[in-house]
């Protein structure tokens, strides 16, 4: 019997399939960010320790140990997905993310039952971790399957503007805790209520997530690999998950920095007031949704590597100086400042990045190259963003230090796309499949 020549159902509603595909996102981003704000509660709360610089980098440590958790799940749950299908792997992935918010919200303190405390927060951490493997992935490789001709970049740049949103979100509710409650009584257990809000949010998302319609590309192929040959094939293409790594490192450097990182810096470097730092982020998170998009529909316009490579090379020569200007004395306004031109710089650069992600890797294992490039640039990079910044301010005594860190990110990014475009054979590939 001859397979059958018909194309698979078009999306009924794209802008449904895009709302039902970026829910999980809001989740995991919403508690990323909740972590980072209140990341010196959570240090007093399951990390005591001889001081209170001690304290965070412990809490930053395991949030960084979440994310080493996101190769492992980028390995495991995306030959779920390239094999099983989009729509049930996001499913999955909801699931697992959940289960680790819940445990960090409840778990009691280290005054309440010992040792057990860090240990329960850093088990939630690792679900989360191995769930954000591939959530990011998946959702990514999911718009890009469902774009119009010509706006690839435009479609997969909503995923990262979706998280924008849960940092808009967690900001309002923070800022509006501080105006309610008082500091003590936020520090002592008021900041578990957004974690609680986060939970209420789940049943929500699951159900978003449950009608979401499998993708026509995914649905057109006769055949899809065994797990195995999912594991066969990312081995094979080792180099090209290498440079997306790498030029994925400017993105989740930056973004880490002006959302997670940025309310610890304003309170405990800058000596800013809370208010001043939340509503900072919550400015940061509006101007990231907005320049996403741009960058993505840029890119498309344009061609993707001028946009990386003009964007990777600003960010490479003012971050440090920017850093330098603001330190010298700090203000709300010089913070605010600084901040959206890294919005600027994260926005664009991530609108036109993901789109090229999605091209360059191999479309019968797109989910799991995809997520390995992402996962490892989080794990590595990212993610460590908020330890880093602490270790470098606290060894040499200069609060502009992580400008450097941001500098390292946006020449692994600059490098990463001369090498991946240094032919024409990826651009023509992108003209093609657009």
């Known amino acids: 019997m001859q397979p059958s020549t018909s194309q698979p159902p078009a999306?009924?509603?794209?802008?449904?399939?895009?709302?039902?595909?970026?829910?999980?996102?809001?989740?995991?981003?919403?508690?990323?960010?909740?972590?980072?704000?209140?990341?010196?509660?959570?240090?007093?709360?399951?990390?005591?320790a001889q001081n209170d610089t001690a304290a965070l980098?412990?809490?930053?440590?395991?949030?960084?140990?979440g994310a080493l958790m996101r190769p492992v799940g980028a390995i495991v749950l995306g030959a779920y997905?390239?094999?099983?299908?989009?729509?049930?792997?996001?499913?999955?992935?909801?699931a697992i993310m959940a289960a680790g918010t819940v445990v960090i919200t409840f778990c009691p303190t280290y005054a309440t039952i010992g040792i057990a405390a860090p240990i329960i927060v850093l088990a939630g951490r690792l679900l989360q971790g191995f769930s954000a493997g591939v959530e990011l992935g998946g959702v990514s490789v999911y718009l890009s399957?469902?774009?119009?001709?010509?706006?690839?970049g435009f479609?997969?740049?909503?995923?990262?503007?979706?998280?924008?949103?849960?940092?808009?979100?967690?900001?309002?509710?923070?800022?509006?805790?501080?105006?309610?409650?008082?500091?003590?009584?936020?520090?002592?257990?008021g900041w578990r209520i957004p974690f609680f809000i986060g939970c209420l949010i789940i049943p929500v998302i699951f159900v978003?997530?449950?009608?979401?319609?499998?993708?026509?590309?995914?649905?057109?192929?006769?055949?899809?690999?065994?797990?195995?040959?999912?594991?066969?094939?990312?081995?094979?293409?080792?180099?090209?998950?290498?440079l997306g790594m790498m030029l994925t490192a400017m993105t989740t450097v930056t973004f880490y920095f002006v959302t997670v990182y940025t309310p610890t810096f304003g309170k405990n470097v800058l000596k800013l007031s809370g208010q001043d730092a939340l509503l900072v982020t919550m400015l940061v998170g509006i101007a990231n949704f907005i320049w996403n998009p741009v960058g993505g529909a840029l890119s498309d316009r344009v061609g993707r590597k001028p946009v990386l490579l003009a964007i990777s090379g600003l960010s490479f020569l003012t971050a440090y100086p920017a850093l330098?200007?603001?330190?010298?004395?700090?203000?709300?306004?010089?913070?605010?400042?600084v901040e959206m031109m890294f919005s600027l710089y994260f926005g664009v650069y991530s609108g036109a990045m993901l789109g090229a992600l999605v091209e360059v890797v191999p479309a019968h294992v797109r989910t799991t190259c995809f997520s390995l490039a992402f996962a490892l640039a989080a794990a590595l990079f990212g993610t460590f963003t908020p330890f880093a910044s602490t270790i470098l301010i606290d060894r040499t005594g200069d609060k502009a230090s992580p400008g450097f860190w941001l500098m390292c990110?946006?020449?692994?990014?600059?490098?990463?796309?001369?090498?991946?475009?240094?032919?024409?054979?990826?651009?023509?590939?992108?003209?093609?499949?657009?």
């Open 11 to 48: 999306i009924k509603s794209r802008l449904g399939a895009i709302l039902r595909a970026t829910s999980g996102n809001f989740l995991e981003q919403f508690d990323f960010f909740l972590f980072g704000f209140y990341a010196s509660a959570i240090a007093k709360a399951f990390f005591p």
């Open 57 to 65: 980098l412990n809490t930053f440590g395991v949030f960084w140990l």
């Open 81 to 94: 997905i390239d094999r099983i299908g989009r729509r049930k792997g996001l499913i999955v992935t909801l």
């Open 145 to 152: 399957e469902i774009a119009t001709p010509g706006n690839r």
């Open 155 to 189: 479609y997969t740049s909503l995923q990262s503007a979706s998280q924008q949103v849960a940092i808009v979100v967690a900001a309002i509710i923070g800022f509006a805790l501080s105006e309610m409650m008082p500091a003590d009584t936020v520090a002592a257990w």
């Open 208 to 242: 978003l997530r449950r009608t979401l319609e499998e993708t026509p590309a995914f649905l057109a192929m006769k055949t899809h690999p065994t797990t195995s040959e999912v594991f066969s094939s990312a081995a094979v293409n080792w180099r090209i998950i290498a």
């Open 324 to 337: 330098l200007w603001l330190t010298a004395a700090p203000t709300f306004g010089k913070l605010l400042s």
């Open 409 to 434: 990110a946006a020449a692994s990014g600059f490098i990463a796309a001369l090498a991946i475009y240094r032919g024409s054979a990826v651009e023509a590939r992108e003209a093609v499949t657009a």
